[in-house]
Each structure stands twice: as C-alpha cells, then as structure tokens.
C-alpha cells in the first residue's frame, strides 16, 4: 500500500490537452468476460491502474494467463478449471464479482468470496442474486462465500431489474449469453461500459442487441460457438469528466483527447450550465470559462442521467461558484464524505440526508485533506490547483485504482503538482 503523498501548490491555471486512458469499468469486465473465450483474446486500450491488475491476479488464480505489452492485454482462458475467487482478492476489489457471471456461462458453476461494503455504500448484490437465479442458478453461502450451481442448467429468463444496477446487469449479461433461449434484461443499466461489453459479447460469438436500452434481449449460443476476440476499450469518461473540471475550474481551455462526447452529455450540459463553454469532436472535448462560475444543481442518476461518479467534481465547482445549489446523491447512500475534506479547505457545505446545500465561497485554502474514494480523491486534487497555498492529499491508493498517471497528466496540463512520500513530510 503507498504512503504517498500528493502535493499541490495552488492557484495553478490548468489548460492544454491530454489523452484519457481506458476505461476502467468497461475493462475489468472485458477481462472477466474473456473467460467466455475460452482462448487467448487481445484487449487493447487497458488502462494501467491498479485495479487492473488485481482483476489480472483474480484471473491467474482461476488458471488465466494475462500478458500485458504498455495498454495492450492478452487474456488467455483456456485452461481455466478453478472457479473460486478469495477473500483476498475480492475484498480488495469489490469488481471481482464480475468473474461471477462469465464463470456460471462457462462452467455452470462458481465460488466468490461476498463482496464487502465500501466508503460509499453496503455495495449489495442482492440484484446479481435475484437475476441468477431466474437463469436457474442456485446460490448457498457459506464462510463468507458465495457459491453458485445450476443442477438443472442455465435457461433463458425475463428479467426486471429493481434498479438498472451496472454490476447485475453484466453478472446477468455474461452468465444468460449460454443459456437456453432468448433472455430479456429489463431495466437494464445503459452506461457506455455496457455498449462496450455487449459488443466485445458479440464479437466473441453472442447474440446481444439492446446494449444500451433499457431492455437488453440476449439469445443463448451454445459454449462452443464462443471464441477469442480482439477487442479495444472505450475511453474513461469519468477521467475524462474529472480533466474537464478542472479546465472549468480553473479557466481552461483543457482538451481531453480519445473520449467519445456522447458519453458525458449530461455532464457537459451542466457545465455550460455552470457558465463554461464546451466544444466538442469525433473524439475530444475542450472546456473553457471565462465568466464566474454558476451555481447550479446537480442529481446523480443511472445513466444517461448525471453520473454518481462524478458528484465529488461538481460539488467542487458549485463550491466555488457564485451563489447556492443543492447536489443530491441518488445512486450511494454514502457519498458526501468529500464534502467534510472539502470544507477544510473552507468550502461552505451543509449535509442533510441526500443532500448537500452548497454556499459557493469565493477563495478556498490549501489544508492537509485525504482521500474517501478515487473520484473523491481526484476532485480533491483539483481543488488544491485552486485554493491558495499547499494542498497535501492523503490516500493516494484510491486515486492510483483509477487514474493513470494522474499527476504527470495534471502537470502536463500546467498543473504544480508533486507525488512525495509521506515520510519526506514529518
Ligand atoms: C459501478 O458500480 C461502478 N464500478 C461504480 O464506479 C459506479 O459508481 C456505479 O457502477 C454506478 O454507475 C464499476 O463498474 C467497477 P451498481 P456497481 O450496481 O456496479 C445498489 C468508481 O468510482 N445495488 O449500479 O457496484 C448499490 O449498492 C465506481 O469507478 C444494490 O442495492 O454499481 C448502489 O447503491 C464507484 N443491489 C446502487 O445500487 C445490487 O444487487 C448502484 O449500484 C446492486 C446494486
């Protein structure tokens, strides 16, 4: 676990262009889903973060080979046999219950270690559970393990969803493309991350179409029709939403480069709303501002609505915009941690159940923070590009589970900011 530090010495006017890297919720379930290939498939564009490589050490346990060449990744499954994922590695990432489905669509079985809970939330997979077991997957629990048969096999279900949960419509998803039929996924999530695996799906031989709707309909293949693929990551919209706060932050213009702009549509709506202008292209967007900062109220909702994964960012501009909003957080029920670090740098904030009441401040002061989970971490950074003076952030791991090289790209950007180790601050 790094001790490290990040230092930033605020006000710094961050402005340029900069590459987002993969992203990291499409490739850790591209990973997983590569054990449907039962061969050696290529995934490219993989983020180096260190989730990722956890995901890669949950694979090798289960008998995988992963190489991987700068962000090129070859997953190769075919001599996978074990189907238990450990405590170990799960409750360091909670991401590895995505072996759950594609483990169950392979072998028609599996044994993970339950999730735990996190910073932001009890991260139930109840969902993951009730869907399953609709495909004709039976659960028992014991020591702390979950473990899935299918006595009677996999077969084609209609599934509601509760809530368009991301994590049980991919479990849903990766475990349904064998079983017998043709399975609707009702409520489905609609992030880009699930376009994306519903399309490395298809090219590995499954027949997915809806990816992206509210109803996803999946017709079962037989395992051997399945195949290797080589299959190239969609851009990180949430690092890419995190670059375009800080040019809306601190004036811009910043250009991320390698994202889609359909994928950050609401995001880039609220910016405007806050007073920045947004271009974009094929494959960038640029933000810029000139006047102050608006205030302007945010809700997080499943996608396409505003994404929980960006709040922490957002509440930092209303912080320091020119008057009061409101953030609301629909998605976790534990999710305004950032506010209290916030505050020490003397933003105006008020909690109240789900939601903050923001009083926009015009200054804020570098303190000693610390990070509750990366999105929080990240956004904490970026205030210490505004405030006035040294920014120390604490709990640089959370940052290093999903962002690449996040200091080199700040600086890049004209940031001053620095990575020391906590000793050298005694
Ligand atoms: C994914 O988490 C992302 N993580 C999260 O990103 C993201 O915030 C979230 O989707 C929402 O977009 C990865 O993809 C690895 P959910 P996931 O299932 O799949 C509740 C980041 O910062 N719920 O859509 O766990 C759950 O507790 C991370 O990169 C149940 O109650 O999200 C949460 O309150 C943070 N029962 C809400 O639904 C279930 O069975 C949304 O969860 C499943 C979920």
Known sequence: MSQDVIVVQGPCKLQGEVQVSGAKNSAL????AALLGQGRTCLRNVPDISDISIMSKVLKRLGA???REDHVMWVDTAKVEKFETPYQLVSKMRASISVLGPLIGRFGRARVAMPGGCQIGARKI????????????EFSVDHGYLSATTPHGLRAAEVMLTFPSVGATENM????VTAEGTSVIDNAAREPEIVDLCNMLNEMGCKVSGGGSPCIQVEGVSLDELHPCDHVTVGDRIEAGTFLTGGALTGGPVTVRGIDPSFLR????KLEDMGATVETGADWICVRRDGPLKPTDI???PHPGFPTDLQAQF???????QGNSVVTENVFENRFMFAAELMRMGADIAIDGHHATVHGVES???APVSSTDLRAGAALVLAGCFAEGETQVYGVDHIDRGYENYVAKLNQLGGTVTRVSADSLQ
């Open 29 to 32: 379930k591209l990973m997983a």
């Open 65 to 67: 080979t992963v190489e």
């Open 126 to 137: 109840d969902m993951h559970l009730v869907g399953l077991e609709k495909l004709g997957v």
């Open 173 to 176: 998803l990766m475990a349904a």
């Open 266 to 269: 609401m995001a880039c709506m």
């Open 299 to 301: 809700q997080t909702l």
């Open 315 to 321: 509440m930092l501009l209303d912080a320091c915009a």
């Open 364 to 366: 804020l002061q570098g």
